[in-house]
């Protein structure tokens, strides 16, 4: 196990690693989006108090977990290689940030368009979609202080040390937003959470999640793997790899 | 008057480790105070800017007095974190410009330890002014009696969060040009849990609620940020400063 | 099947508009990043592979200068 982890630390086994896993991931996220999409679209059905704009949970949900799960991917990145100096973990870092400030982003989108057939109004000071318009807050400054870094390697320590700090701060803020919500919107209720869906309405739930879960790897490994190349640029195997291509 | 004179604070000996920790917190804190007292604009300026933000909202909203009754404790608390805010990229700039800082990093004493001194320097002669000049600014917003107390302590308390949480986001950014817009795209949505509850504090004072329990929690997060922020403050300055 | 028809589908049961806007941000980001992996590798591979032609034509030119100068 950890001579296999030790193998994966180097860019050059990683490549070689993980050039078999791409193809299954992508069609496993390809088919697994599509059928919870259709199913969650078509067949689940409708909820008896919101009607058909409970849909949007197929969307909504699989984001904002993704969105958390980026985060703390990418501060678990960022430990591993202030660490024990793992390139590929920054690398990883850097290639996953985008996509989870992305999914952020539609996550906070799909939340406001669901919220005026629910609320009647575009925007509520939630505390589900407070938090998450903090956390994009936070993606955007670890994205930008890399940026703002004249050096690769300052740059990817500097975010490496936001992204931790952000992670120890995620659950305090989703604490304080949580406790400040019940303050100021007593007895609103929540647009997600629902006590007992039927299986055929979390079972598409289910499979837009795992399906996420999939094409964020397929994605972050695919980003990867180019990062790769594109760092390692001038060592011998990937020169013999890119005679080998030809 | 010899120069011999004019050195307050003696150089620790040699061979006493823990006694030349304090003597070390000791000098940084000094040396952090007595430089910023000698510009008393940069210590004035961000209670000129409180001052000045507190004077745009009557402007900008309604000089009626109920109705700023009622903003009057999130007004009076987002506008001195923005001006603790305004003055937090200071805290180590001069120092890394001037060569100072690697001084520091070279130093045998822990690093966490003078970030932490540098840090008090900063909530004295910020935080704590700040705080102790907001009861004023709620007369003028006629904050209900009652709450003043509560408002300059919950202030006091909040603010030396914001400035151990905020020298993480300074110490990240010291290597970066013109990095201030950045800093506080770094740090304001960090800033959120001590608003949340430094400002429920006050608002909870004026409704005649306890206000123990917004106190302690504030305590609780100046707690948690004094033990975790030094380190993360020395990681940062050795990524600044070493690339 | 929830739904009676394509028409009844669409609508969504007068939520059409929400439902079918958050739905297609979300796909809109899927492919859009999807998308963007593929094209990035096509593009460092393209770059690596120019790199690899040009070195090689460089390094054929210094051979042919270099017997040039010995069979002088």
Redesign the interface.
């Known amino acids: 196990m950890w001579a296999f982890l030790h193998k994966l630390g180097s860019p050059k086994e990683f490549y070689a690693i993980t050039a078999r896993w791409l193809t299954p991931l992508w069609l496993a996220a390809v088919a697994l989006?599509l059928a919870g999409?259709v199913w969650g679209?078509?067949?689940?059905?409708?909820d008896y108090q919101q009607?058909?704009?409970f849909?949007?949970i197929y969307?909504?949900v699989p984001?904002a977990f993704l969105a958390q799960s980026i985060f703390v991917a990418m501060a678990a990145a960022g430990l591993v290689f202030?660490v024990w100096k793992i390139k590929l973990a920054d690398m990883a870092a850097a290639m996953m940030a985008?996509?989870g400030a992305?999914?952020t982003?539609?996550a906070l989108?799909?939340g406001a368009?669901?919220g005026?057939?629910t609320w009647g109004t575009w925007w509520q000071w939630d505390a589900r979609l407070t938090s998450m318009l903090?956390l994009f807050?936070?993606y955007?400054?670890v994205i930008?202080?890399r940026g703002?870094?004249v050096?690769r390697?300052?740059g990817a320590?500097?975010a490496s040390?936001?992204a931790?700090?952000?992670v120890?701060?995620i659950p305090?803020?989703k604490?304080?937003?949580d406790?400040?919500y019940t303050?100021h919107q007593p007895a609103s209720f929540s647009i997600t959470e629902k006590p007992a869906m039927p299986a055929e309405m979390w079972l598409p739930l289910l499979l837009m999640v795992l399906g996420f879960y999939a094409?964020f790897i397929?994605?972050t490994l695919?980003?990867t793997?180019?990062e790769i190349?594109?760092r390692e640029?001038s060592k011998r195997w990937?020169?013999a790899l890119?005679?080998e291509?030809? | 008057m010899s120069r011999a004179d004019s050195r307050s604070t003696p150089l620790p000996e040699a061979g006493e480790p823990a006694d030349g920790l304090a003597v070390a917190w000791r000098a940084t804190l000094h040396r952090d105070l007595v430089l910023r007292l000698r510009r008393p604009g940069e210590v004035l300026n961000p209670l000129a800017f409180f001052a000045l933000v507190i004077t745009l909202f009557p402007i900008g909203i309604s000089p009626e007095a109920p109705l700023l009754a009622t903003i009057a404790p999130g007004l009076l608390w987002v506008a001195a974190l923005l001006a603790a805010l305004l003055s937090l990229d200071g805290v180590f700039r001069d120092d890394a410009e001037d060569g100072s800082l690697e001084q520091l990093l070279l130093s045998p004493q822990p690093l966490p330890v003078l970030a932490l001194a540098k840090v008090a320097a900063h909530w004295l002669l910020t935080g704590l002014p700040l705080a102790l000049m907001a009861p004023l600014l709620g007369v003028m917003l006629s904050l209900p009696a009652g709450s003043y107390g509560v408002l300059a302590l919950s202030l006091a308390l909040g603010s030396a969060s914001l400035s151990l949480i905020g020298a993480i986001g300074a110490a990240l950014t010291v290597g970066v040009a013109r990095g201030g817009v950045l800093l506080s795209l770094l740090v304001l949505p960090l800033y959120i849990p001590v608003l949340i509850f430094g400002a429920g504090a006050v608002q909870s004072a004026i409704l005649g609620g306890g206000v123990t329990a917004h106190l302690a929690i504030l305590g609780a997060l100046l707690a948690a940020s004094l033990i975790f922020a030094p380190f993360a403050i020395a990681a940062a300055l050795r990524i600044s400063l070493n690339g | 099947m929830a739904f009676e028809s394509l028409s009844a589908f669409l609508a969504m049961g007068g939520h059409a508009p929400y439902v079918w806007s958050a739905y297609g941000a979300t796909a809109a980001l899927l492919l859009v990043v999807g998308w963007h992996a593929r094209a990035e590798r096509r593009r460092v591979r393209r770059d690596l592979e120019r790199r690899a032609r040009r070195e090689r034509r460089q390094a054929e030119a210094a051979d042919a200068s270099h017997d040039e100068r010995v069979s002088r």
């Open positions: 989006i999409g679209l078509a067949f689940a059905p409708a009607g058909n704009s849909r949007i969307v909504h984001a202030m985008p996509l992305g999914m982003f539609v989108f799909s368009v669901w005026v057939p903090i807050f936070l955007i400054g930008a202080l703002a870094f050096s390697e300052g320590r500097a040390v936001l931790m700090v952000g120890i701060n305090i803020i604490f304080s937003v406790w400040w303050l094409f397929a994605v695919t980003r793997r180019s190349l594109r640029s990937v020169r890119v005679e291509g030809r």
